[in-house]
């Protein structure tokens, strides 16, 4: 009964309760959802997490090799997610961020351009990776770190989101590769 309230209170709207709406960030004209309300929840963030790799699972894609997160919302839900499935989770960060050899990819995203790095060897040939982030927006973000996968011969086999900004078509530029996403605007 007690995973049932949890489970109702993601779909009923637990989630969309803490997002705050900010006007006009980071530029005028945006108007930015701040999720980081949700984890002053512990309840929630865990159920959120278990949610996700549950709706992964669904998928039928095979198993998970690794969680890579985005910087920065992917580093608060992808360990989890990772230490669900007993996974390792690797980090997708901004350029200058990691140390050693790594690849880059330059991006278009919703208000600007940007750089991930991940490391040469944080995955291996073949593997199964899911992308984690808070956000799915115009897919910028989630398909340059899917570059940065294929450029170390990885699988992506789904993106996971908690929010989908769906006015945007985000989901368009990753036609290609399955999207989950709880909430959905």
């Not at 929840?41 to 549950?54: P, S």
């Not at 050693?100 to 995203?109: G, I, N, Q």
């Not at 940007?114 to 910028?140: H, P, R, W, Y």
């Amino acid at each position: 009964k007690q995973w049932y309230q949890r489970r109702v209170a993601i779909t009923a709207g637990g989630l969309k309760e803490c997002v705050k709406d900010v006007p006009d960030f980071p530029r005028p004209g945006i108007l930015f959802k701040d999720i980081m309300p949700v984890f002053r929840n512990a309840n929630l963030v865990h159920d959120t997490c278990n949610e996700m790799v549950q709706e992964i699972k669904k998928l039928n894609k095979g198993s998970v090799d690794a969680i890579v997160g985005i910087e920065a919302r992917g580093f608060l839900l992808g360990p989890i997610m990772a230490q669900i499935l007993g996974v390792p989770f690797v980090a997708v960060r901004k350029k200058g961020k990691l140390p050693r050899d790594c690849v880059s990819v330059k991006y278009e995203k919703e208000y600007g351009f940007d750089e991930f790095e991940m490391q040469m060897d944080s995955l291996k040939e073949n593997e199964n990776v899911v992308i984690v982030d808070d956000l799915l927006a115009t897919g910028g973000t989630l398909d340059a770190a899917k570059q940065l996968c294929s450029k170390l011969n990885a699988k992506v086999i789904a993106h996971c989101v908690i929010f989908e900004l769906e006015f945007l078509n985000g989901r368009e530029k990753l036609k290609d590769t399955d999207v989950v996403s709880l909430v959905k605007y």
